[in-house]
């Protein structure tokens, strides 16, 4: 009984060092971040999945509303995209776009060192340039990614979803990832037949700086 009384004494005062870290937070919290990438876009010129390595840099907000709830936004550039080699032929995108995330966040602090967060909500972004690239021996071409859609270019809005989580030190060094995965179909036009299913995906490692 007396250990019972001891570790419930413990546990109240390790949520109370957790309260008081929460509270010390201003209302809305500024930071910027960098996170590398491992992108995809599925069924891109077949039925098969493939990859490329890009990145997301850019403004974090966090919107307190309560000790642990929160709202995490932000403005970032993310370069995502794909590259696969296939019967002799390579090929690659390198899209990038301006994005908005929009999460619920919950964390809980330890103590004034070491505390957890996670995130869950939509994003949405607008393609601002990037080529399509087609390498095959001697032979290279590429184009524009993003255009006019009747000419079997990508389209410029994109959003989905995306889970974030990780651990934040000493109130302002956050290391985290997460994945980001497509909503929207890519691709809308003659060229593209309609079982092509063409989404973004993308998994993030980064940090941030919250000031």
């Not at 000493?170 to 309609?194: C, E, P, S």
Request: charged letters at 25%; one cysteine or more.
């Amino acid at each position: 009984m007396k250990k019972m009384r001891m570790w419930l004494l413990a546990g109240l005062l390790l949520c109370g060092v957790g309260t008081s870290f929460a509270q010390s937070r201003d209302m809305v919290r500024f930071g910027i971040g960098l996170d590398m990438t491992a992108n995809r876009i599925t069924n891109y010129y077949s039925n098969e999945t493939c990859g490329r390595i890009g990145f997301n840099v850019g403004l974090k907000v966090d919107v307190n509303f309560t000790d642990n709830v929160y709202l995490g936004t932000g403005f970032q550039y993310a370069q995502k995209g794909a590259k696969k080699s296939e019967d002799g032929v390579t090929y690659k995108s390198n899209p990038g776009y301006l994005t908005i995330p929009v999460r619920v966040g919950y964390r809980y602090d330890f103590n004034d060192k070491v505390g957890v967060f996670g995130e869950f909500g939509p994003y949405f972004a607008v393609g601002v340039g990037g080529k399509n690239k087609w390498e095959a021996g001697s032979y290279d071409e590429d184009e524009d990614f993003f255009g006019d859609t009747d000419e079997g270019y990508a389209k410029r809005f994109d959003c989905g979803l995306g889970i974030h989580f990780g651990v934040e030190l000493i109130k302002h060094l956050q290391i985290g990832l997460g994945y980001d995965f497509g909503l929207v179909k890519m691709y809308n036009n003659a060229w593209v037949d309609d079982d092509n299913n063409s989404k973004n995906g993308s998994f993030r490692f980064g940090v941030a700086w919250m000031f």
